[in-house]
């Protein structure tokens, strides 16, 4: 039966005799349980914070349970949850988690956790059906020596996302979209902003099937079919497929893509403006991704550099460059190369969206225009190697479902090897349409 109807949550601010009462016997079931120094919930006087709301579920007008959230800086916490036995099944613990759950979501975090013990049978069960994933240790659990936890069982739940930089000057995480759930134009909203923002984006533990990866991306732009046609997705044409895997002899997708520094596109009339790559199995080893900040990069060419490149182009040749770049795959066809003839783009890149200026090249450059070869490439050398800096680069370890959306416009990247023979990486990219340079 459940009285759902019947029930208030309530918040309290101090610790009434309804706390105390409910927090004693909570108390009580624990240490019939468990040992001290396995048992970790905060004293009564320390549940009353300014970082932790506290509420007491009502039934009919009876005082049956009671439980806290606490907002941390990058998840909230259950704190002291328990309903008296006379009272579960009724939808009190259901309508405290919603409540918990709304005030997390409130404050603008993406992720709801908690810390049981592992006889809770029960309410392990409630945490499942409400959402919940076991997890591993966090926060100040995380440091605790391992009998203090020997009893213990972690659940996390997103609930909501969150924008999180991840330094002063590029890149920002994503956490706790739930694409099942949808995404409002609002929030649609907030991470376009920080990808224009910050450049690239890390989504954290990020469910997304191939449909849910090219409409998230065309929310961005429109979306850039990728040649040669059969790296793609069978499917689904808008999703390359990067991969070292084979079935029957014949390769699965593109392997040993994208090794050097680039961005894509970036040998074409109308480089491509964003790409969105999704780790489906990811090496456990090596396989990184690095990232270039190249409005920093600009930023700190000296004064005369500046000067020197400004109004200038550097040639980009596919032609030129295809058997250096992917030695392992076909030369060029006659026709390949009329469908992809040198193109020219600015040194100095100004972004439609942001107004910013940021250093172009990378590795389909060749020379400058205007300049004597040799003097330009060696121009193209100089730059090539300030752009690259590790003082600009990020370096992105892969975990299974994370997502990456970095801005062409004003970054390079580059893969790095792993060992194919023993391991397999499976990825997803999608390719957003760009603008010529200007």
Not at 217 to 223: I, K, M, Q, V, Y
Not at 331 to 342: M, N, V, W, Y
Not at 344 to 361: A, D, K, W
Request: a negative charge; proline letters at 6%.
């Amino acid at each position: 039966m459940n009285d759902s109807s019947d029930i208030l949550i309530e918040p309290v601010a101090a610790p009434t005799n309804e706390v105390r009462a409910l927090i004693a016997e909570l108390d009580r079931t624990l240490s019939a349980e468990y040992p001290p120094e396995q048992r970790h919930g905060l004293a009564l006087d320390a549940i009353f914070q300014p970082h932790i709301r506290f509420f007491v579920g009502w039934l009919n007008g009876e005082a049956v349970g009671c439980g806290g959230v606490a907002l941390f800086d990058d998840f909230a916490e259950v704190k002291r949850m328990y309903v008296r036995e006379t009272a579960r099944g009724r939808g009190v613990a259901q309508a405290l988690l919603a409540r918990l759950d709304a005030e997390a979501r409130a404050a603008g975090l993406a992720m709801l956790r908690l810390e049981t013990g592992v006889r809770q049978d029960a309410a392990m069960r409630l945490y499942t059906r409400g959402g919940f994933r076991q997890c591993g240790a966090f926060g100040a659990y995380a440091s605790m020596r391992p009998e203090a936890l020997a009893t213990s069982v972690f659940f996390e739940k997103p609930v909501g996302v969150a924008i999180r930089p991840m330094s002063e000057s590029f890149g920002a995480e994503v956490i706790g979209l739930d694409l099942s759930r949808g995404l409002d134009d609002a929030a649609f909203r907030c991470i376009e902003q920080a990808w224009f923002d910050a450049s690239f984006l890390v989504f954290r533990d990020l469910e997304m099937t191939p449909d849910q990866h090219i409409a998230l991306t065309r929310r961005f732009g429109p979306l850039h079919i990728m040649t040669p046609l059969h790296y793609n997705h069978p499917d689904h044409p808008e999703v390359m497929v990067l991969t070292n895997l084979e079935e029957g002899g014949k390769p699965l997708g593109i392997r040993r893509a994208g090794m050097g520094w680039h961005s894509d596109g970036e040998d074409k009339q109308v480089p491509n403006a964003g790409s969105f790559l999704y780790a489906h199995v990811v090496p456990p080893e090596a396989g990184d991704t690095l990232f270039a900040d190249m409005y920093a990069a600009y930023q700190a060419l000296p004064t005369a550099m500046k000067q020197r490149i400004a109004g200038r182009r550097a040639r980009f040749s596919r032609v030129d460059m295809h058997h250096v770049h992917y030695p392992h795959e076909p030369a060029l066809t006659e026709e390949q190369k009329r469908e992809r003839p040198d193109v020219f783009h600015p040194l100095v890149r100004t972004h439609p969206r942001s107004g910013r200026r940021s250093l172009y090249i990378g590795r389909w450059a060749r020379d400058v225009e205007g300049l004597h070869p040799d003097e330009g490439r060696a121009l193209i050398e100089e730059l090539f190697a300030h752009a690259s800096n590790e003082r600009f680069v990020y370096r992105h370890r892969w975990r299974t479902h994370d997502a990456v959306l970095w801005d062409n416009r004003c970054m390079l990247h580059s893969a790095t090897p792993f060992d194919e023979h023993r391991h397999t990486r499976l990825m997803h990219r999608t390719t957003l349409e760009g603008e010529v340079p200007a």
